[in-house]
């Protein structure tokens, strides 16, 4: 193994800036949703197991995406983008070492282990980096790895793991771990035999990625239950396909429409997977009515307070805690969020507070009181979800507020704000 630094011929990727948001505008009119970055990032990954062409489209063009695509560069594939294309030529692909200065940058990099496993038997690299947000060790990841005959040593803060041979085994997860499912998915797709994931997570990412792995010649059932069966196979072909719509994006923009007042067509969504979220969005008073790929809003004139737990799905995600707690703030009465799946992802209600924001935070419980109007402020962005947290805070203040940091926001929402100002936001971004 080469020195740890400057190894790689990689370009650094720092966005330094700010938005700008007039806070007062209702937010109404016609907007559709991105594709998916949770859904995109496994994809991208499992594109090196075919040895060929892929043509992706409807992939996000944020900063996680260009990071991933970074890696697959890096590793020896020709990726070439054309507006919502994405074409990727992995047949030269001879690396089997994750790049650590972007593997640092981003946690979803991890999934790129299960890619090079399945495909070379062979993959290197450190632990992943991404949002403070909680301890997410991975060790469900190396342990699915370990059930399917994968050899795995630590040395100086990396990572390897080995095999001769990948063999179909049983494995139980001992937590829904999206990452994990993925990544065991990833490995078990070339075995010899076949895997039976049990206790799998059942995000609709999983499904989006079994179903891309199914068009490129893998045999898979179960994704989107508690238990998904793979049948190996002795190769992959080339495939087109088209990425989900972006759940977690959809329901920013939603609760970005209900702060102000407004009212929102939003397209290019899938409603179903928004159950939890439309769900408590009524309970808030909010008018929805779904299509098949759309979802109608109309915002009360005042927000009532409701009680929130995040759980795995089907249960309410946890990354729309934030985007809701910012709603709350100014909902009639006394909202309780209990963060059930990560253990800080509480960072951002000091920023809050600074706008006038009425949060009490104990342990895993953030108890928030709803206050009338909340004040211009300038605040930082911590976190990804958190940065959208303020960015919704602002709209509903008075003034103007400065939000920081918004590389955490440029991570994983394409362009929010020009669809915010679509709908007649007035943010200006100031790059730096």
């Avoid at 041979?165 to 010899?192: C, R, Y």
């Avoid at 409603?271 to 098949?292: R, S």
């Avoid at 004040?375 to 805070?393: F, M, P, Q, S, W």
Wanted: positive net charge; glycine residues 8%.
């Amino acid at each position: 193994m080469q020195g740890k630094h400057n190894i790689y011929n990689i370009r650094r990727v720092r966005i330094c800036g700010s938005y700008i948001i007039t806070g007062g505008k209702k937010l109404e009119g016609e907007i559709s949703a991105s594709g998916s970055k949770n859904a995109s990032l496994p994809i991208l990954a499992a594109s090196i197991l075919n040895n060929g062409i892929t043509k992706l489209y409807n992939v996000p063009n944020i900063h996680d995406t260009k990071v991933m695509i970074e890696i697959l560069r890096n590793l020896g594939c020709k990726v070439k983008r054309v507006r919502d294309k994405i074409v990727i030529d992995s047949r030269e692909v001879k690396k089997y070492e994750i790049p650590e200065e972007l593997m640092r940058k981003m946690r979803s990099s991890v999934i790129l282990a299960g890619a090079l496993i399945g495909r070379f038997k062979n993959a290197t690299f450190c632990c992943p980096g991404g949002c403070d947000i909680g301890a997410r060790p991975i060790d469900l990841h190396l342990k699915a790895f370990e059930n399917l005959g994968i050899n795995i040593t630590k040395n100086t803060g990396y990572i390897h793991c080995t095999c001769d041979t990948i063999v179909g085994e049983k494995i139980h997860l001992d937590f829904p771990s999206v990452g994990a499912t993925q990544n065991a998915m990833l490995v078990a797709v070339l075995a010899k035999g076949t895997t039976i994931i049990s206790n799998a997570a059942m995000e609709p990412e999983i499904v989006d990625l079994q179903n891309f792995l199914n068009k490129m010649g893998a045999k898979i059932t179960g994704a989107g239950t508690k238990e998904i069966t793979i049948k190996g196979v002795e190769k992959l072909n080339n495939t087109g396909y088209k990425v989900m719509p972006d759940r977690i994006e959809a329901g920013t923009l939603l609760c970005a429409v209900a702060t102000t007042g407004g009212k929102v067509r939003l397209n290019k969504v899938v409603p179903e997977h928004l159950t939890p979220v439309l769900e408590k969005l009524k309970e808030c008073g909010c008018e929805i009515e779904e299509e098949k790929d759309a979802v109608i809003l109309q915002a009360p004139k005042k927000l009532k307070a409701v009680d929130i737990k995040t759980m795995p799905y089907p249960g309410f995600p946890t990354d729309m805690q934030a985007i809701f707690v910012s709603l709350l703030c100014t909902a009639k009465g006394t909202s309780i969020i209990t963060e059930n799946i990560f253990e800080n992802r509480y960072k951002y209600t000091n920023e809050l507070k600074r706008m006038g924001a009425k949060i009490m935070v104990e342990g895993r419980t953030a108890i928030i009181k709803g206050t009338r109007k909340l004040n211009k402020a300038v605040v930082e962005a911590t976190d990804l979800r958190g940065g959208a947290a303020l960015i919704l805070a602002a709209l509903n203040a008075s003034g103007k507020t400065e939000v920081n940091n918004i590389e955490y926001i440029l991570r994983g929402y394409e362009n929010l704000d020009q669809k915010l100002n679509a709908l007649g936001a007035k943010i200006t971004k100031e790059v730096r």
